[in-house]
DNA sequence: CAGGATCCCATCTGATACTG
DNA sequence: CAGTATCAGATGGGATCCTG
């Protein structure tokens, strides 16, 4: 996240990502990541799970069902055989997206900082 | 803090805030509380224990030294007797603080939505 | 493909008791 | 006053296996 210029590219998005380590959560681990994915477009399952790297299929479905719970996204199930469904964000779970820039804007003017001072501190003690 | 119109009045800050439903955490459960609470002057211990409500002195502990380690807050230790030791943002840490008012001003505009929407779901199964 | 069911583990939180 | 130590419970994430 922090380091990206664009808004959503889920391609870019990985473990190794410092913000991983900003002290920031929003719905549990993947929520945030979820609304980044589904920024641009709507996506399937399978392809938010493989954009995301490591989330299992029930951790991502139980996001999932939060956000349709709370009106963050919409399931969209065509029916069809083999399965397939999308996943696509609300007004109400766009409207995130500008907190989670905000949480990025402070990653990439600060976290490096926060690190700095974490490692100072444990090498200290 | 949604509802708030001034940035730190940790008086306010209570478990019945709406903002407590909101799906969002910044280093544990409190520390958004605590960067709010130490936003306008330095505090003791226990005036942040009791501005916050319920939180255990384990638990606040535990978060201010984790915000100490971050570089978020300085602990300024008067060594008297009875002890006497006060906490202080550092500028890294007042930084968060707009972070923090971004998603409060989300809350103000959206999180009675989310709320709503989360009702008419669990009612609805 | 899109999950559900089950089990396990780590972490977090709080309650309680104690201390310099 | 400002914590620490210990323990118990809840929660969350992940691994694995299974299914319509």
């Not at 945030?32 to 490591?54: K, Q, Y």
């Not at 007004?91 to 989670?100: K, N, T």
Request: proline residues 6%; negative net charge.
């Amino acid at each position: 996240m922090a380091g990206d210029e664009t808004t959503a590219r889920p391609e870019r998005i990985h473990p190794a990502c410092p913000s991983a380590a900003f002290p920031f959560q929003l719905g549990g681990k993947w929520m945030g990541m979820v609304i980044l994915c589904l920024a641009d477009r709507p996506r399937r399952f399978t392809e938010l799970r493989e954009a995301m790297g490591g989330v299992t299929a029930k951790v991502l479905s139980q996001t999932l069902r939060d956000m349709v719970r709370d009106g963050l996204a919409v399931r969209l199930d065509f029916e069809e055989n083999p399965p397939r469904v999308e996943y696509e964000l609300t007004a109400l779970g766009s409207s995130l997206i500008e907190v989670i820039d905000a949480v990025r804007a402070w990653s990439e003017r600060h976290l490096d900082e926060l690190l700095r001072a974490r490692e100072s501190s444990t090498t200290a003690v």
